[in-house]
């Protein structure tokens, strides 16, 4: 089978492709704002398979597709073969038969290599246990937006060292900025789970991580998949809890980041989430803009 390029890991990318995917998000959210058309994936059919919830990658994978001319295929694990033990490796060969791209949102990383190795076509990964690079790359682009480079920022994470922590680390080793990590004890980054430690700090007092930040981000205490943790949970990250007091120890201009759904008063209080440096809602929406980007270059390259 000839090399296919997959999006598994933020790393998959180098800096050159990640530079090339927020200038061409940016051209395509123009085209989008002002109703022009997009339609480099004419005739395109992307796969969606999902093993877990989503609102937003959902949404945005299907709607993006149909406003470049292709179509997109839903299926979950309740009502597909997936969900009765058809093995990864032969779902990957039948479903990269009849389409050109496959999203996957799953648990494990493994799987989701496993069905790339065996997959004829790019696979993306829509968020697994360890990664969620679709987030991260719309994150980024919308600080772009907003403040310009990213590169030699300091970021603050607070709670949870979870997917989207993990391709927060990936993204500022790449990008070059500082990841400025707080977790309560038990939850701490594992260090051999990361490549470089050049642009990583770890802080046990959380507002030592806000502390001059130029972003705040924080997600869920309890991600997809760990329900049976969440009261625990609840009384350990109780301390982690990104508010006014936090975010007025960043920096004055700082900016406060969710890749949502949020949860108000558990890891952020509803005056920060809904306040004036709160940049949710267009981080969501870039998710539709960034990845119309990414799906155009797995299939066709630069443009
Ligand atoms: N942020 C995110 O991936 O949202 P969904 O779970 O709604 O897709
Ligand atoms: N960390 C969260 C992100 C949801 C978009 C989860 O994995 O559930």
Known sequence: M?????????????????????????????????????????????????????????????????????????????????????????????????SDVVMIRTYEQDIIERFAKNSRVPVINGLTNEFHPCQILADIFTYIEKRGTIKSKKVAWIGDSNNVCMTWLQAAELLDFELHVSTPKGYEVQLKDIDSKNNFFQHEDPMDAAKNADIVTTDVWTSMGFESENNERLKDFANWQVDK???????????????????????????????????????????????????????????
């Open 2 to 98: 000839a090399k296919v390029k997959h999006f598994l890991k933020l790393n998959d990318f180098n800096i050159d492709e990640l530079s090339y995917l927020f200038e061409r998000a940016a051209v395509i959210k123009e085209n989008y704002k002002s109703y022009k058309k997009t339609w480099t994936l004419e005739d395109r059919t992307l796969v969606m398979i999902f093993e877990k919830a989503s609102t937003r990658t959902r949404l945005s994978f299907e709607a993006g597709m149909n406003q470049m001319g292709g179509s997109s295929v839903y299926l979950n694990t309740r009502d597909s073969q997936l969900g009765r033990g058809e093995p990864v490796e032969d779902a990957a060969q039948v479903i990269s038969r009849m």
């Open 245 to 303: 007091k936090m975010m007025d120890i960043a920096k004055k201009d700082a900016l406060f980041m969710h890749c949502l759904p949020a949860h108000r008063g558990e890891e952020v209080t509803g005056e920060v989430i809904d306040g004036p440096q709160s940049i949710v809602w267009e981080e969501a929406e870039n998710r539709l803009h960034v990845q119309k980007a990414l799906l155009e270059y797995l299939l066709l390259g630069k443009q």
